[in-house]
């Protein structure tokens, strides 16, 4: 990212009309098109540290307790039966389901080392499991866990809770969804990437579209609500035209929500990546053209691009909360629902709560040996200063709102806001030029090119980029 030194300017609001014709700039954004973080957090997790420590997470749970905000918990389940080459998330191979026995023996030493810390009566409003493959459980187990959960949380049975399952349509039937159903989950995330069965030999995800189908059909049936599809663009084989063909049959499909993922391809950290031989991904252009086709067809079909990867039904929460400027941003990219105390559980997790990020190791027998010893797995973390907290609240809104008010910004935080930014502003200034913002009095506005490059402007109020290699990044569009 082009971040020069901060020249410290006044703000000077340059009030300009966003253009309202989305307009497709290839040049421009083969310029900006250099690595950045997604945003999932701020201060990223590259600024966790090691000193920190699994009390330092404790007394932030104790602190939360005074807010009674509403709880969000993550379950981690790392295993995947077989291993798809693009993978980059934390997950372990195994075809072994004995290993799932004591894992779960471990979450529930975490959620009992965790839970002594809470206040009961904080609702839990979202629940998500994620992997690696939650499905990977057997049922028995998937109850197990439920209950588990339920003992020392007290889970939801209210209408408007949240909880939301990752499903591999290969590792999961009809009767797995009427159960998850029974279970209390009313969300579903189906992994699909692609369906061009030449894609799906070379990336080792072999998933003809009845699989999918049949899950989806069931999921209506059954009444899951903002039934979501991953899609990933950038993998090998893909040309505009085939994912295009792809893209017809997900439209038809009729999901609520699509994530269009750009393919991360980290060879160098992500070992089954070396699986792919890197000729046989599309080029920049091809790629460019893929994103530009997925735009326009999803939107032609009705979708509205909520932002980075994601997309929804206009009569969606996530799209609803987007027009209210409710929306907010999570770990699993975006969330309508109004800001919780998020408990990360399992290898890796990320939990954050009140002005504090802490994270589990991702080796599997780190965690368990913490647990074993009667301790929180916890190994990094970063407790935010009063400086990250303006900085993270101004990032979420603009990767939620593509826009940030900093009129609203100065009310809520006590401070002059244009004043505070002008050296991030000045760093706008260039972006302001090329059209991919623009001010209306003291709201800066993305416009539509600008969305597409929303990470670009979100690093611009990035205080800790400067200390951090781009190259732990990955490609903004
Ligand atoms: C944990 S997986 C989803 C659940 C289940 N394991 C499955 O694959 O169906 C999360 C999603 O991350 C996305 N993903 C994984 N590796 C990626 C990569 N290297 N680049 C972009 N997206 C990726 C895929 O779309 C995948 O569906
Ligand atoms: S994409 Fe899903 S199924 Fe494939 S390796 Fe990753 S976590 Fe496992």
């Not at 002594?116 to 049922?139: A, D, I, M, N």
């Not at 591999?168 to 579903?188: C, K, M, W, Y």
């Not at 393919?263 to 992500?270: G, V």
């Not at 100065?410 to 760093?427: C, E, G, K, T, V």
Request: aromatic fraction near 8%; hydrophobic fraction near 40%; glycine fraction near 6%.
């Amino acid at each position: 990212m082009p971040v020069h030194a901060p020249a410290a300017l006044p703000f000077t609001p340059a009030v300009a009309a966003a253009p309202t014709q989305p307009v497709w700039d290839e040049a421009l954004i083969r310029r900006y098109d250099t690595s950045g973080p997604r945003y999932t957090s701020y201060p990223t997790a590259l600024s966790f540290h090691e000193q920190f420590t699994p009390s330092d997470l404790t007394q932030a749970l104790e602190r939360s307790n005074a807010s009674s905000r509403p709880l969000s918990l993550y379950v981690h389940i790392p295993f995947c039966r077989k291993i798809c080459f693009y993978c980059a998330c934390n997950k372990i191979a195994t075809k072994n389901t004995g290993l799932a026995e004591p894992y779960l023996t471990r979450l529930d030493r975490e959620m009992v080392l965790t839970a002594r810390h809470l206040e009961t009566s904080r609702p839990v409003k979202q629940l998500h499991w994620g992997g690696g493959t939650p499905t990977f459980l057997s049922l028995n187990q998937m109850g197990d866990l439920i209950d588990r959960l339920d003992a020392r949380f007290g889970l939801s049975s209210s209408p408007d809770r949240d909880y939301a399952i990752e499903i591999d349509p290969r590792e999961a039937d009809v009767f797995t969804l009427r159960h998850l159903q029974s279970l209390g989950f009313n969300r579903i995330s189906l992994g699909v990437q692609d369906l061009s069965p030449q894609v799906q030999k070379a990336i080792n995800r072999i998933q003809p579209r009845g699989l999918t189908e049949t899950l989806m059909e069931e999921a209506h049936r059954l009444g899951f609500r903002s039934l979501n599809l991953d899609l990933i663009y950038g993998l090998p084989f893909q040309t505009e035209k085939s994912f295009a063909d792809t893209l017809r049959q997900v439209i038809e499909l009729n999901p609520a929500r699509l994530s269009v993922f750009n393919y991360a391809h980290m060879p160098e950290r992500f070992t089954p990546q070396r699986r792919i031989n890197e000729d046989d991904l599309p080029g920049r252009e091809e790629k460019l053209a893929i994103l530009r086709t997925s735009i326009e067809m999803l939107t032609a079909a009705g979708y509205v691009h909520i932002g980075m990867d994601h997309f929804a039904r206009p009569d969606d929460s996530l799209a609803i909360a987007q027009r209210e400027g409710t929306l907010q941003r999570n770990f699993q990219g975006y969330s309508s629902h109004a800001q919780c105390d998020l408990i990360g559980l399992g290898v890796s997790a990320i939990s954050r709560v009140e002005d504090v990020y802490a994270q589990n190791p991702s080796d599997l027998s780190r965690y368990e040996a913490a647990l074993d010893q009667g301790q929180l797995a916890t190994v990094r973390g970063l407790r935010l200063s009063h400086d990250d907290l303006i900085r993270r609240d101004v990032i979420e809104r603009l990767m939620c709102d593509m826009r940030i008010d900093l009129a609203e910004v100065s009310q809520r935080w006590h401070i002059d806001a244009p004043r505070y930014f002008a050296p991030a502003l000045a760093r706008l200034q260039n972006a302001e030029k090329d059209g991919l913002l623009s001010y209306e009095g003291e709201q800066l506005i993305a416009t539509p090119m600008g969305r597409l490059l929303i990470r670009h402007l979100a690093m611009a109020f990035d205080a800790h980029l400067p200390g951090q290699s781009g190259q732990r990044y990955s490609k903004i569009v």
